[in-house]
């Protein structure tokens, strides 16, 4: 009731800021993300409202895992120049009737290439995502009766009352760590196999040949794909067909708004994965974690005379314990950063409201290999800055007055580096194709 509360004060369920800045530039950008039986997936938009900054206004990545693989997730991006080109509604203007339980949906966005992001979120916690970029399609739809699971029983925002304060130039609300969904997801043939066993399944069926998107009005659009099967072989089927993966699954949604970005940062997430076959998905979920962090960015972080130290939002919950790291709850953190080894360490302590010290050390690692470039926002527009990988995995250790009391294990889970973070691991790895395009110090002046 009282993240309900709260969001109703600072906005709509999924367009939470109360307020947009009063000069540009600035950016606001959602992200879901899906981990199935056997495929993990993210839909991920953003644009610069009314603004064309000298990089793409505009971008819509789908990222797609064959998790048994655990290779490079297969990207599809759509890039586009001028936010003259998008269209934008919000709740009533935005089109009706997407989901029957679900309101008119909270955000709607189109480039002029034909990349699209709707989202829709009832106020009874059901959840709608469509997307469409570069002919691969996926929707993703809670399952009757299912609510969101917001951050905290205070309301989605990571940072608190953090985002109430002026200056603040980024922001990070999660709208739900965890909802039940059912998902369809429509690729082009040439990427991947047809066919996969378990409760996720999958379906070659003809398509017209003018599926492809195309490259107009300014806008360019891509795709890339470097996973292959375990035995070295891979499949292909004719341009005429496309492959369709269906099943249950678990999705994780946020938002980011604001004016600024850090230079270096962090961003990881994930969801238990024991068996459970009571579930079609083949696992509970039950416990999830998110982290985020980087150089703490405000709306004139250029101008500052020194920089500034690192700054980390953590959750934790799992059945026995909801954690939350955040400003008003001071918290000692220690980091151990090695983006070579694709690998963080963070350390937490922090005195609960029940004044019982309690510390969760969570440790991320994902193969160095498993990274694929992904676009993001800096000051100047979008652009590949990032790398990210669906095959991380994640140890949560928590301890209470010096004693561990749980220990839970995280597999496909999200890990993101960005800005000279990226680089680093590209460099370690020496990998041309992920390093190739990779911006590694985005330009943050005009």
């Known amino acids: 009731m009282l993240s309900r509360l709260n969001q109703a004060a600072i906005g709509s369920r999924l367009n939470p800021q109360s307020s947009k800045p009063k000069s540009p530039p600035w950016f606001e950008g959602w992200y879901t993300r899906v981990i199935g039986s056997e495929h993990s997936f993210g839909l991920v938009t953003g644009y610069f409202p009314e603004q064309n900054p ?15 693989k655990l290779g490079k ?8 120049d001028s936010s003259e080109g998008i269209s934008i509604s919000r709740g009533p203007e935005a089109e009706p009737n997407l989901l029957g339980a679900t309101e008119a949906p909270d955000f709607c966005v189109e480039d002029a290439v034909g990349g699209v992001m709707k989202v829709a979120a009832g106020p009874d916690g059901s959840l709608l995502v469509q997307g469409n970029v570069q002919g691969a399609q996926l929707r993703i739809e809670s399952l009757p009766g299912w609510q969101d699971t917001p951050w905290s029983e205070e309301g989605g925002s990571p940072q608190g009352l953090l985002h109430l304060l002026p200056g603040v130039g980024l922001h990070w609300y999660v709208h739900s760590t965890k909802t039940r969904v059912r ?7 040439e990427h991947g196999s047809s066919s996969s066993s378990g409760a996720g399944s ?10 492809a998107t195309e490259n107009s009005n300014g806008g360019s659009s891509s795709s890339s794909s470097s996973s292959s099967s375990s035995n070295g ?6 341009s005429s067909s496309v492959r369709v993966v269906r099943g249950e699954g678990w999705a994780h949604v946020e938002k980011n708004w604001g004016g600024s970005f850090p230079r270096s940062f962090v961003w990881s ?6 068996p459970d076959s009571s579930s079609a998905a083949g696992f509970d979920a039950e416990a999830q974690f998110c982290l985020s962090g980087g150089v703490l960015p405000t709306l004139n972080m250029d101008k500052l005379p020194v920089p500034l130290p690192n700054a980390l939002l953590m959750g934790y919950r799992s059945k026995q314990r909801t954690w939350h790291f955040k400003p008003q709850s001071p918290t000692l953190f220690s980091t151990n950063i090695q983006p070579d080894q694709g690998l963080i360490i963070v350390t937490a302590r922090q005195i609960s409201t029940t004044l019982v010290p309690r510390t969760l050390i969570l440790k991320i690692q994902a193969n160095p290999k498993t990274f694929s470039k992904v676009g993001g926002p800096t000051r100047g527009g979008f652009v590949p800055h990032s790398v990210e990988s669906y095959s991380a995995k994640a140890t949560a250790e928590c ?8 220990v839970t294990s995280f597999d ?4 993101e580096f960005g800005g000279s973070y990226a680089c680093d691991l590209a460099a370690g790895l020496g990998d041309e194709s992920l390093s190739e395009g990779l911006v590694c110090e985005p330009q943050w002046e005009e």
Not at 54 to 61: E, I, L, W
Not at 73 to 80: A, D, W
Not at 233 to 238: A, I, T
Not at 269 to 274: A, E, I, L, R
């Open 54 to 68: 000298k990089h793409p206004a505009f971008y819509t990545g789908l990222l797609f895992n064959e998790d048994s």
């Open 73 to 80: 997730l297969t990207t599809f991006e759509s890039y586009s």
């Open 183 to 189: 998902y369809e997801l429509t690729l082009p043939a």
């Open 202 to 211: 999958d379906d070659s069926s003809a398509a017209e040949a003018g599926d």
């Open 233 to 238: 072989s891979s499949s292909s089927s004719s």
């Open 269 to 274: 997430q994930g969801c238990s994965t024991k």
């Open 399 to 406: 301890y209470e007055w010096g004693k561990l009391v749980e």
């Open 412 to 415: 496909r889970s999200a890990l």
